[in-house]
């Protein structure tokens, strides 16, 4: 199988040095030390894919440091928190420039990215205690932040998300979102909802979206998706019939492909559809239905 986008880490995330302040010290004062080098959110990317980093001696005085991890000769890595930056406004998902580092870094360098701007957007969205309203303060290198009020402790969340195709007849359903691109169509995807499993959650997002029912859902692979933080669970459904009644509130079309016309398409063929981009695990899903 393909290995989906923004995964294949390289980096050691030494989730024993989290709490141990001489060991977080000491990796900080690190002269090989590498800090991410970021414009706003987006990585600072070179032409052969490569993310741009530099010394922590050019992180801003008021930054918080966020410890990546370690490489294999124990090299530590950090990305930088500034106060007040709001990642969902800088540094919009869609832009020219956040497109074109999705397709041109390196994939273990894409996944140590994913990791970082989830984190820096986590802390910006995460400031103040759910359960006081307190204004919390780092800690655990950066993978935490506590409330010195009531003493409650918050972690980074991770939201689970089910992508999906249904099948009918060697056939996919594939779906078109309100603002896509002209022509492209991918799998349909929703959040889970309390109280749901994975498979459960597939065959209501797409009965609510397409009004196709399906049942012996499969479990294809996963993906980080950092726009904030997602967790993509990529699946395969098999329906019980073709009869399309689509929700106009959730896409804008829905089609079904015959299997050999999705293998010319990821191919580079002409088609009757656009396919998602290579880093998208809606790509690595049917590229493993179709068998390319």
Same mark, same amino acid.
């Given at each position: +199988?393909?290995?989906? !986008? ?14 141990? @302040? ?5 990796? +900080? ?34 930054? +918080?440091?966020?410890?990546?991890? $370690? ?22 998902? /869609? ?17 140590? %990215?994913?990791? =970082?701007?989830? #984190? ?9 205690? =759910? ?38 007849? !060697? ?25 749901? @499993?994975?498979?459960?959650?597939? =065959? ?6 397409? !009004?196709?029912?399906? @049942? ?5 692979? @996963? ?14 459904? +098999? ?11 959730? #896409? ?6 015959? /299997? ?13 559809? $656009?396919?998602?981009?290579?880093? =998208?695990?809606? %790509? ?9």
């Amino acid at each position: +199988m393909v290995t989906p !986008g923004l995964t294949g880490g390289t980096l050691d995330r030494a989730d024993h040095l989290r709490n141990d @302040s001489e060991a977080l010290v000491a990796a +900080m004062s690190n002269g090989r030390a590498r800090l991410m080098k970021l414009d706003g959110l987006h990585p600072e990317v070179s032409e052969d894919g490569r993310l741009g980093w530099t010394t922590l001696a050019d992180a801003p005085d008021d930054a +918080m440091l966020i410890l990546l991890g $370690l490489d294999e000769s124990a090299r530590p890595h950090f990305a930088a928190y500034l106060p007040g930056t709001r990642a969902a406004e800088a540094t919009p998902m /869609r832009s020219p420039a956040m497109i074109h580092a999705l397709t041109t870094l390196q994939p273990g360098e894409a996944a140590t %990215y994913a990791a =970082a701007r989830s #984190l820096i957007d986590w802390h910006s969205r995460h400031q103040y205690c =759910a359960n006081c309203g307190t204004m919390t303060e780092p800690f655990r290198a950066g993978w935490a932040r506590k409330c010195h009020h009531c003493g409650a402790e918050h972690f980074p969340r991770v939201d689970p998300v089910v992508i999906m195709i249904a099948e009918h007849g !060697g056939r996919a359903l594939l779906g078109r979102g309100k603002g896509w691109p002209p022509g492209r169509y991918s799998a349909l995807a929703g959040f889970l909802e309390p109280g749901e @499993s994975i498979e459960e959650a597939v =065959a209501r997002e797409i009965h609510e979206e397409a !009004g196709v029912r399906v @049942s012996a859902v499969r479990y294809i692979a @996963s993906q980080p998706w950092p726009f904030p933080s997602s967790l993509m669970m990529a699946c395969v459904g +098999m329906a019980e019939d073709d009869t399309l009644t689509v929700d106009p509130h959730e #896409l804008e079309d829905a089609i079904w492909v015959e /299997r050999d016309v999705v293998r010319s398409v990821l191919a580079g063929e002409p088609g009757p559809f $656009l396919p998602p981009p290579p880093y =998208a695990i809606a %790509y690595t899903l049917l590229r493993e239905w179709a068998g390319v």
